[in-house]
């Protein structure tokens, strides 16, 4: 293991590659009515889903501490990893880089921490690419590069019912989620420069899920490309929206997933989010 890859709870990685890859994954917290839980282990995003279905409760989320950091790297390098590659969801969006980076101090040039600039199957992606580089032994500077490379690859899109949630968590400013209050309209955003942001607004959800498909097709370029689709508690949908991206996307669709994003994300955008997630893979 010259080289191990830690990531965080958010990158939400499909079922079925679980096992298949060698990563480390540090789990954020979710905290419900005042309890806090580590996320998808302690607390999973469909407690998360009834909570915020009920207007009294309140959730919040919060990064991992540096020392939970710390001890993940320390026992990686222990095991015998000569170095490692942290990669995690967009300082942006979350203390978490800072805290990897915080606790990557400690173990000097051994430890390389990279910002996704995303989160979910973007956040995923790119740290599949570098378990699969560390996997077949390139070294500390080169899996780092590997990670870089394909979080610069991929377009994160998103649908959500209402913006009442990003705006409450400070993940959106509160003039976007405003206008789309104001004109009762479905908004549809993405992520840019690690930041989420208003792509457009529509006015019925069906027309919403439509375009999402529109602007993943528009985002997959010429080339070769993987799709995951995010949902939270709506698998079906989740299936629909993939199909209609594969109809379209034809032979240039290679990996599909359907995941379901965890309790950290769901606290953020609520229930109703549909997300796709496109990674185009680099020209070999």
């Known amino acids: 293991m010259p080289v191990a890859v830690v990531t965080d709870s958010t990158a939400y990685l499909p079922v079925e590659l679980?096992?298949?890859?060698?990563?480390t994954v540090v789990p954020l917290t979710v905290v419900i009515n005042g309890a806090d839980g580590l996320e998808g282990i302690e607390i999973q995003p469909a407690e998360v889903a009834r909570a915020l279905?009920?207007?009294?409760?309140?959730?919040?989320t919060s990064r991992p501490a540096?020392?939970?950091f710390a001890a993940a790297y320390r026992e990686l390098l222990d095991a015998g990893a000569d170095g490692i590659v942290s990669i995690h969801l967009s300082a942006r969006l979350s203390g978490t880089h800072e805290a990897a980076a915080l606790a990557a101090a400690e173990f000097g040039s051994r430890v390389e921490v990279v910002d996704s600039g995303t989160t979910g199957m973007g956040l995923g992606f790119a740290a599949l690419a570098a378990a699969t580089a560390a996997g077949q032994g390139q070294d500390?500077?080169?899996?780092?590069?590997?990670?870089?490379t394909h979080a610069e690859r991929v377009s994160t899109l998103f649908y959500v019912?209402?913006?009442?949630?990003?705006?409450r968590g400070g993940r959106i400013n509160a003039a976007s989620a405003l206008v789309g209050t104001a004109l009762s309209v479905k908004p549809i955003l993405h992520v840019a420069d690690g930041a989420i942001v208003v792509k457009d607004r529509v006015r019925t959800a069906g027309r919403a899920l439509a375009k999402l498909v529109d602007f993943a097709v528009e985002a997959s370029g010429d080339g070769l490309v993987d799709i995951?689709?995010?949902h939270l508690q709506s698998?079906?949908?989740?299936?629909?929206l993939a199909d209609h991206v594969?109809?379209?996307l034809g032979d240039r669709l290679r990996d599909c997933y359907i995941t379901e994003i965890g309790a950290v994300v769901a606290a953020h955008v609520g229930p109703g989010v549909a997300g796709i997630v496109v990674h185009r893979r680099p020209a070999t």
């Open 235 to 240: 698998p079906d949908r989740a299936a629909a």
């Open 18 to 23: 679980a096992g298949s890859y060698e990563l």
């Open 228 to 230: 995951a689709v995010h």
């Open 161 to 167: 019912d209402t913006l009442e949630f990003l705006r």
């Open 66 to 68: 540096p020392s939970q």
């Open 140 to 148: 500390l500077s080169a899996v780092r590069g590997e990670a870089v």
């Open 246 to 248: 594969a109809m379209r």
């Open 53 to 60: 279905g009920e207007r009294r409760a309140a959730v919040s």
